[in-house]
Structure formats: structure tokens, C-alpha cells
């Protein structure tokens, strides 16, 4: 009898994600990275956080922040949403959280390898959304006049 290793587990579970099926984990993933307090802090450690025209080339660079900068940065996030999606995108190896010992302690977050892959993904997508916009409101508006 032939006994499988944990990482040859790993490598054939690996190929086996499908996102499509209910128990994969890549669900889970594709639940917590499509968060829009996900998106907007990759974002804004991506140092996407300044204003751009659409179509400009992106020209900032990544860069660690605060917790205290990015609170003001994401308007309306509180502090406990803030607080949890940090944990979890730590914890799925994202970002680095860093403890400096000062007197207040500093706490800043940068995104590691991994979140900066994502990174340009979320970029992206918040482009496409403040790019699209106007169109989609105006498409909002026509959709509620036609079932309203």
C-alpha cells in the first residue's frame, strides 16, 4: 500500500481547485479578494491613491502605510472592518504587518510578492470602475424608468 505524502496532497489538490464547486477553497479566496475594502487597500499600498485621468499610465510606487493613513484614505470603512480585512489579508500572506517599538508603537502594512500580484489586478478593476461610472448610472436610470 502506497501512502501519499501531505505534499503530494497539496500539489493534487492544487490541480483539482475549481472555484466553481461549493467546497473549494479558491471560493473562499475569491469571496475575500473581491471585497471592496480588499480591493481599495491594495489599492491604496499599491500607492493607487491619487487622483489619475483615465487611461494614464500608473506611476506610483508600492509603499507601506499606516494603519492611522489608511483609515483616512478609505472613507467610510470602520474601524473594525479596517481591522479585520488587514488580519486577513496578513494571514493569506498579502501584506506584512510591521511593529516598530516607539513610544506610541507604529504599526504599518505593505503588500508582500503575493498581494503586489494582485495588486495590479484590483488596479484594474478600481480603473474600469471610476472609468465606467457615468455609463452605468446612465444604464441604472434607463433599466428603473422601463420597470418602474
Not at 489619475?52 to 508600492?62: E, I, K, L, N, V
Not at 500572506?93 to 494582485?118: A, H
Not at 455609463?135 to 418602474?148: C, I, P
Request: charged content about 20%; aromatic content about 4%.
Amino acid at each position: 500500500m502506497t501512502t501519499i505524502k501531505a505534499a503530494q496532497k497539496r500539489a493534487q489538490a492544487k490541480v483539482e481547485y475549481n472555484a466553481f464547486l461549493a467546497g473549494c477553497p479558491s471560493r473562499q479566496l475569491l469571496d475575500r479578494i473581491s471585497d471592496k475594502w480588499v480591493v481599495l487597500i491594495l489599492c491604496a499600498l499599491g500607492g493607487d491613491n491619487s487622483p489619475r485621468q483615465p487611461g494614464a499610465a500608473h506611476t506610483d510606487a508600492p509603499k507601506a502605510m499606516r494603519y492611522s493613513e489608511i483609515s483616512r484614505l478609505l472613507a467610510g470603512v470602520s474601524q473594525k472592518m479596517l481591522t479585520q480585512t488587514l488580519r486577513s489579508l496578513e494571514r493569506d500572506g498579502l501584506l506584512i504587518r510591521t511593529v516598530t517599538p516607539t513610544v506610541p508603537v507604529t504599526v504599518s502594512y505593505e503588500l508582500t510578492d503575493l498581494g503586489l500580484s494582485l495588486h495590479h489586478m484590483t488596479r484594474g478593476l478600481r480603473n474600469w470602475a471610476q472609468t465606467h461610472m457615468a455609463e452605468v448610472l446612465a444604464n441604472r436610470e434607463n433599466y428603473d424608468s422601463r420597470t418602474s
